[in-house]
T-cell receptor, first 111, second 114 residues
């Protein structure tokens, strides 16, 4: 089993739709959680950190469920510019800190 | 806005040749990471530095890969000899801490081994 697993993609949605991505992690030593966005042939960029209390940034909402070991990202009112790959990222604390990326979920928003 | 610099952006080489990639992190960032990303997959950590010291190289194929950050600033990743399976994007990232803070990525070096 992979340490960080994401919904298989791609997701194809119309503009204005709401779309949700899920991510599960296997190691209970996981300490920090993030969503990164990666455009085609570009580098990953931080979208948002994920906190236990949940957090929102405009149209984006991230949730963390430590008991079930999953993270979610909700995008409301999808825009064409949201088309990208969304990477779930977990940092483990196992004596040192280790960052693990999920394989990513591809989103296509169409007009 | 400060950026992570990487060079070259693209590299084509033949198998068994040596290649080297360079990364200059954001000024003041003590932690530097090298990742390999194969098409359709997420980045895989190869090596992590805290200043000039390696803190994690458990996924680095040490028979052919080496990395250094001699003065705790810029870093070089080397592959010798390159193999066909090394074709991938090599990403460098930096952060202010090792404890899971935001990582800032450079544009990457796309390697093609023929």
């Amino acid at each position: 089993r992979k340490e960080v697993e994401q919904d298989p993609g791609p997701f194809n949605v119309p503009e204005g739709a709401t779309v949700a991505f899920n991510c599960t992690y296997s190691n209970s030593a996981s300490q920090s959680f993030f969503w990164y966005r990666q455009d085609c042939r570009k580098e990953p960029k931080l979208l948002m950190s994920v906190y236990s209390s949940g957090n929102e940034d405009g149209r984006f909402t991230a949730q963390l469920n430590r008991a079930s070991q999953y993270i979610s990202l909700l995008i409301r009112d999808s825009k064409l510019s949201d088309s990208a790959t969304y990477l779930c990222v977990v940092t483990l604390n196992t004596g040192g800190f280790k960052t693990i990326f999920g394989a990513g979920t591809r989103l296509f928003v169409k007009a | 806005e400060a950026e992570v610099a990487q060079s070259p952006r693209y590299k084509i080489t033949e198998k068994s040749q040596a290649v080297a990639f360079w990364c200059d992190p954001i000024s003041g960032h003590a932690t530097l990471y090298w990742y390999r990303q194969i098409l359709g997959q997420g980045p895989e950590l190869l090596v992590q530095f805290q200043d000039e010291s390696v803190v994690d190289d458990s996924q680095l194929p040490k028979d052919r890969f080496s990395a250094e950050r001699l003065k705790g600033v810029d870093s070089t990743l080397k592959i010798q000899p390159a193999e066909l399976g090394d074709s991938a994007m090599y990403l460098c990232a930096s952060s202010t801490t090792t404890s899971g803070g935001t990582q800032y990525f450079g544009p990457g070096t796309r390697l093609l081994v023929l």
